[in-house]
């Protein structure tokens, strides 16, 4: 009976030492620690999502490795560069796009680029060297294409245009599930100021980090420990200018990366440079079906490629005599 009770209270000891001792000193991600925790490791994470929890720093070689595509005289007459972020199998996506707003791209003072990563797929592969010999719109970064790198990916961007198109105005990141009002946006970009320190677009503030880790934006307190996120503007669209795109990488560089690329990009690294964030009205997070609230915004986020179609013939219907104004602060 004495050596059961003793065995309870040995347990009870490891049990307190374990929780209140060993849990803050040692990183459970970590192979080595996982052990010694009575863990499997890995713990089921990608590789990428392990490396970013133990602390990893990016790499510039990931980075550096974009295949050669430039603006124009560095982007010297180019209001605004569009980097469009695609997955390698959104084709039909991409091709929706320069069927419908990407036609904008025919301006002298506006570009368009996909932006993708690598893919082990070799038919997919195949296909995107046709379609990069087709159109010359399409950048590759030295990264896997995949839902946990897209931080890489908009850091990708960064290097590119820091590299590239180094004397265009602004920097316009737009998805590929994104509708763009071109016209709505050049207006809007007439009517600010290149030398501002800001970010312009959606913006979220006093978010809180998911800690369910079933959901799709889990972040566990390793990769994020504070409760609640900074000020960030939401990620299928944003505005930068191109004078602080370099500030913005290098600072990247110097990060811990978190998955949530726009959180990381437009929260973390733009607060540590005193870079504000304006909240832009006219980019909005869903689908519209009233032809004036489309008219009236700049950045539709979920569209599939059909209402891409539809939303294009829509801004320009003259029989729709829509009142609108641009809102940002």
């Not at 695609?86 to 419908?100: E, I, L, Q």
């Not at 893919?119 to 997919?124: F, I, K, P, V």
Request: aromatic letters at 12%; a positive charge.
């Amino acid at each position: 009976m004495k050596s059961v009770y003793m065995v309870g209270v040995i347990n009870i000891v490891v049990l307190l030492y374990m929780t209140f001792w060993v849990r803050p000193t040692l990183n459970p991600f970590s192979p080595k620690n996982a052990k010694r925790l009575g863990l499997d490791p890995p713990l089921n994470l990608p590789k990428l999502m392990r490396q970013f929890i133990l602390n990893k720093t990016s790499n510039g070689e990931i980075y550096a490795t974009l295949n050669g595509l430039s603006c124009p005289k560095g982007g010297e007459d180019i209001q605004v560069v569009i980097v469009v972020p695609s997955a390698p199998f959104r084709d039909t996506a991409r091709m929706a796009v320069r069927r419908t707003w990407g036609r904008i791209a025919a301006r002298n003072d506006v570009s368009i680029y996909f932006l993708i990563g690598k893919t082990s797929n070799s038919t997919l592969r195949e296909n995107i060297e046709a379609e990069r010999y087709t159109y010359g719109d399409i950048l590759i970064g030295n990264f896997t294409d995949t839902y946990n790198n897209l931080t890489l990916k908009s850091i990708s961007m960064l290097r590119w245009v820091k590299e590239y198109c180094p004397r265009a105005k602004y920097l316009l990141k737009c998805d590929d599930d994104v509708f763009l009002n071109a016209p709505r946006l050049l207006k809007l970009l007439s009517q600010l100021k290149i030398k501002r320190r800001a970010i312009y677009g959606r913006v979220f503030n006093n978010r809180k980090p998911m800690r369910d880790n079933t959901t799709k934006h889990f972040v566990p307190y390793e990769e994020y420990k504070f409760t609640v996120y900074p000020h960030f503007v939401n990620g299928p669209a944003y505005i930068i200018p191109v004078p602080l795109v370099e500030e913005l990488y290098n600072s990247c560089l110097r990060h811990k990366i978190v998955r949530l690329e726009d959180m990381f990009l437009t929260g973390i690294v733009a607060t540590n440079l005193n870079i504000r964030r304006l909240h832009v009205e006219a980019f909005q997070n869903g689908l519209l079906s009233l032809p004036c609230f489309i008219q009236r915004s700049i950045c539709i986020h979920r569209v599939r490629e059909r209402m891409l179609f539809e939303y294009w013939q829509q801004i320009f219907d003259r029989n729709k005599k829509c009142k609108y104004y641009l809102v940002f602060h």
